[in-house]
């Protein structure tokens, strides 16, 4: 075959191309969309268990946790209005994916990113300077507007800009974004939660400006992906940007390959409804599934409520938060652990091992948490079994970090073809940012009706999903992102409904062989 490209383990092309220092900038720009992400993740779990926070705007919360100090641990919390704080982002976030899914169809990945950021940037000083409630949510509801933009247009970007060799590790920078950005939120929390005269949650909310800001301007910098140029008719522009990023001016059987796959997607006018089609049937299972699944590991409520979580088991006020910056330094290290072994241990063995250990550690942690608290909920806990306690959480968060964490966000975006790429992420955040709103809404009152039983729960879906990725998950590591149908189409289940006859690979491939 021509031009150094090589046939791999899919049966796909490898094209030529590796880390050049063009691609790891853009795509280090492109991934602080994730900064904005986590960083909201993380500061509203601190915020909430501010007493300050809670005596102006929810002091009927406030009340109640006072009340409650020595009775039910499992109910201390336990309020619609203030989980509806921390989710209403979602619910603005799910909405706006549908949006963004236009804008960077149309427009261009970048135009989304944008988007995300000034949305964003709006938000956090409405927030900071929030005098009631009302302020609090709209401000909220904007960012949410920005996660929205950020988190469909982002994955898509490091997807489409990564040769297939790293793509894993290049878009799993988004992931690890993500993470610092809960990370600096939680050691925000932890630094301003003691300032006299209450104002801390102020800096936490108004600093979400701060990464906001760097991906409004990394945005305008950066170029659009080649597939996105082509799709828009800009050849020239796209053929110049692939050389850039795959440093070789050998790119013309991957552009070839580029332009050939826009030629069959431009046939397709409504990817909203050519998606429902058979032969799409798994790339949608997987973008439904995928991040269906990665919200039910329960992962959030470490996230959210931690501080609320070590609170409730008896750590005092700056101990919880110590807390949460340790699950958060968890979290970030482990992450990094994915980004060098994806591309070569491949997302199958990732998914697999994480999987059991969160399963595992979801049994110990509902364990201890009922021996403790019985159904009762009154107790205190032993400082050795709060210390197990803390270690188990840990391994958990880890095992979320270096598998359903980053893949939840890789998988769906490098399985779709081109024409309904778009479209396919848009149902994953959506997907992802529903049920992260119900799992934030709904999980005090878990707590409080499930008890400890909640992580018996999380801990039976994480069986499920990892004999759904045994059984249903084909590997993609190394296979460009145009060649993804091939793998489809030899998998034992969904090769039914995948087939490659008639499109160009099917022709290449009697032409090939
Ligand atoms: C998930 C978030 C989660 C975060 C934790 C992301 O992949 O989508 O819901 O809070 O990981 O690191």
């Known amino acids: ?30 991934s602080s969309g994730g900064l904005i992400f986590g960083y909201d993740i993380g500061i509203s779990g601190g915020v909430t268990s501010m007493d300050s926070f809670l005596k102006q705007f929810f002091p009927s919360v406030y009340a109640q946790a006072e009340a409650s100090k020595d009775a039910n641990q499992y109910c201390k919390f336990n309020s619609q209005l203030l989980t509806l704080f921390t989710s209403s982002l979602y619910l603005a976030a799910l909405a706006t994916s549908f949006v963004a899914a236009s804008v960077t169809r149309v427009f261009g990945r970048k135009w989304s990113m944008f988007c995300g950021g000034l949305t964003f940037l709006a938000g956090s000083a409405l927030n900071g300077a929030a005098t009631d409630v009302l302020m609090l949510i709209l401000g909220r509801i904007l960012l949410g507007i920005g996660v929205g933009f950020a988190n469909q247009s982002v994955p898509l970007y490091l997807s489409e800009m990564a040769p297939a060799k790293i793509r894993g590790m290049l878009n799993i920078g988004f992931q690890l974004m993500t993470t610092i950005g809960i990370l600096a939120a939680n050691l925000i929390n932890y630094a301003t939660v003691s300032i006299e005269g209450g104002w801390g949650w102020r800096i936490g909310l108004g600093l979400a400006g701060v990464p906001a800001l760097v991906i409004t301007v990394g945005a305008l910098a950066l170029p659009d992906t080649p597939n996105s140029l082509i799709a828009r008719g800009y050849h020239e522009d796209a053929k110049a940007v692939l050389v850039r990023i795959r440093g070789t001016d050998d790119v013309h059987e991957e552009y070839d390959d580029m332009v050939a796959a826009s030629e069959e997607a431009s046939s397709i006018e409504h990817p909203w409804r050519n998606i429902l089609e058979r032969k799409y049937r798994p790339q949608l299972t997987v973008a439904v599934l995928i991040p269906f699944f990665q919200q039910l590991t329960g992962i959030n409520v470490i996230m959210f409520y931690a501080p609320v979580l070590f609170l409730t088991i008896g750590f005092g006020d700056d101990a919880s938060l110590m807390s949460a910056v340790i699950t958060g330094l968890v979290n970030m290290f482990a992450t990094v652990v994915s980004i060098v072994s994806v591309d070569r241990l491949g997302r199958r063995a990732l998914f697999l091992q994480g999987g059991t250990q969160m399963f595992i550690s979801q049994i110990v942690v509902g364990t201890l948490i009922a021996l403790q608290f019985g159904t009762a909920g ?127 690979h099917g022709s290449r491939r009697s032409t090939s062989v």
């Not at 806990?381 to 197990?388: Q, W």
């Not at 769906?412 to 709103?437: D, H, Y």
């Not at 190394?478 to 409904?497: Q, T």
């Open 1 to 30: 075959m021509a031009g150094g490209v090589v046939v791999n383990d899919a049966g796909g092309k490898t094209y030529p191309g590796h880390m050049t220092a063009f691609v790891f900038f853009t795509c280090l720009v492109a």
């Open 378 to 504: 009154v107790g205190e806990m032993s400082r050795s079994n709060a210390m197990l306690l803390v270690l188990f959480i840990c391994l958990y968060v880890a095992g979320f970090a270096w598998s359903w964490g980053p893949l939840g966000w890789l998988v769906p975006s490098e399985v779709f073809s081109l024409e309904i790429r778009s479209a396919g992420q848009s149902i994953a955040v959506c997907v992802n940012m529903t049920l992260t709103f119900i799992i934030g809404q709904s999980f005090l009152s878990m707590l409080c009706t499930l008890k400890f039983g909640l992580f018996y729960f999380f801990a039976g879906w994480m069986f499920v999903m990892t004999v759904f990725i045994a059984l249903f998950l084909p590997e993609t590591k190394g296979v460009a992102i145009e060649e993804m149908n091939l793998v489809w189409s030899r998998h034992w289940f969904w090769g039914k409904y995948v087939s490659i006859e008639g499109t160009r």
